[in-house]
C-alpha cells in the first residue's frame, strides 16, 4: 500500500468491537522508532454502513454472536459490500471468533436460514466447536511469527469455532444438515479459492484430544483466528496483522 494514511475499520454491529479498536491504538502508540508502524500514520475507525465501509483499507469483524452480527449486517445493508470488500476488492480483513465464522465460504453447526456468510476463506469452520460457554478456556500458542524467540501467546477461546477442513476444488451441489454456504458471486475472481491456505496455529498437545485443531488461518488477504486476542493485554497480534497484512497486502511472509 503506497497511500501515506491508512483507515482500519471495526465492523461495530455487535460483540467484541471496542477492544478491538483499543487494541489496535495501542499497537500503533507502542510501535518502537523507525517500525514501518511508527512511520505510518494508521486512522482507526468503527465501521456501521456501507458508506463507512467504503472509506476504509482494512477491515476487523469481531468476536460476537455470529448470527446476530450477520442479521445486523443484512438488515444494515451490509452483508454484500462485506462480500465485495473481502472476496472482490480483496482488501485485508481480519476476522476473530465469530469473525472467522462469517467469513469461511461453509460452517457448520451452523442455524440454517439465520446465518448468512460473508465467505472468502475456502475452508468450513465448525461453530461452537468445543461446546458451550462453560467450556471456554485458555491456552499458550506458539506463534513463533509474532517475533523472535517471544514468549508464547496466551489466547483466550469463548464458544469458539476451529477449522474443521480446508475445502478444495470447486463448490458442488447443496451442502447437507447443519451447514451453511457463503453465496458465490459472479465477480469471484477465477484464481480466488486457490490462493494458497496457511495453517497459522493449532492447539499444542497439552490440549489433551483437541491438539492439533486449527484455530488460525490466512489465505492472501484474509486472516481468521478462533481465538480473542483482543481480551488479553497483549498487543503483538494486533501489531503483526498491521505490519504484515495491512502495510504488506496479501503476500504472506511467514
Ligand atoms: N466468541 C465468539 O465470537 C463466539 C462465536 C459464537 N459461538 C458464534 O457462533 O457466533
Not at 25 to 40: E, F, I, M, N, W
Not at 72 to 100: H, M, N
Not at 230 to 240: G, K, S
Request: charged share 25%.
Amino acid at each position: 500500500m503506497t497511500q501515506s494514511k491508512i483507515t482500519v475499520g471495526i465492523l461495530a454491529l455487535q460483540g467484541a468491537f471496542l477492544e478491538h479498536k483499543l487494541h489496535l491504538q495501542k499497537a500503533v502508540r507502542q510501535a518502537s522508532p523507525g517500525s514501518p508502524l511508527d512511520t505510518t500514520k494508521f486512522e482507526i475507525v468503527e465501521v456501521r454502513t456501507s458508506e463507512q465501509l467504503a472509506s476504509v483499507d482494512a477491515l476487523v469483524i469481531p468476536g460476537g454472536e455470529s448470527t446476530a452480527i450477520s442479521l445486523i449486517a443484512e438488515r444494515s445493508g451490509l452483508l454484500q459490500p462485506l462480500r465485495q470488500f473481502a472476496r472482490v476488492d480483496r482488501k485485508p480483513v481480519w476476522g476473530t471468533c465469530a469473525g472467522l465464522i462469517l467469513l469461511s465460504d461453509e460452517a457448520s453447526k451452523a442455524k440454517k436460514g439465520g446465518q448468512e456468510l460473508i465467505g472468502g476463506l475456502h475452508v468450513r469452520c465448525q461453530r461452537n466447536h468445543f461446546g458451550r460457554q462453560t467450556e471456554s478456556f485458555e491456552c499458550d500458542l506458539s506463534l513463533p511469527f509474532v517475533g523472535d524467540g517471544e514468549p508464547p501467546f496466551r489466547a483466550v477461546f469463548i464458544r469458539a469455532p476451529i477449522v474443521e477442513r480446508v475445502l478444495t476444488g470447486a463448490d458442488s451441489g447443496d451442502v447437507a444438515g447443519d451447514v451453511v454456504r457463503a453465496p458465490k458471486l459472479d465477480a469471484d475472481a477465477d484464481d480466488y479459492k486457490i490462493t494458497p491456505i496457511e495453517i497459522i496455529a493449532s492447539l499444542p498437545t497439552t490440549q489433551g484430544k483437541e491438539a492439533g485443531d486449527i484455530v488460525a488461518v490466512r489465505q492472501g488477504n484474509i486472516f481468521g483466528t478462533s481465538f480473542h486476542p483482543e481480551l488479553t493485554p497483549d498487543v503483538r497480534l494486533h501489531r503483526w496483522w498491521l505490519q504484515e497484512c495491512v502495510l504488506g497486502g496479501g503476500e504472506s511472509r511467514i
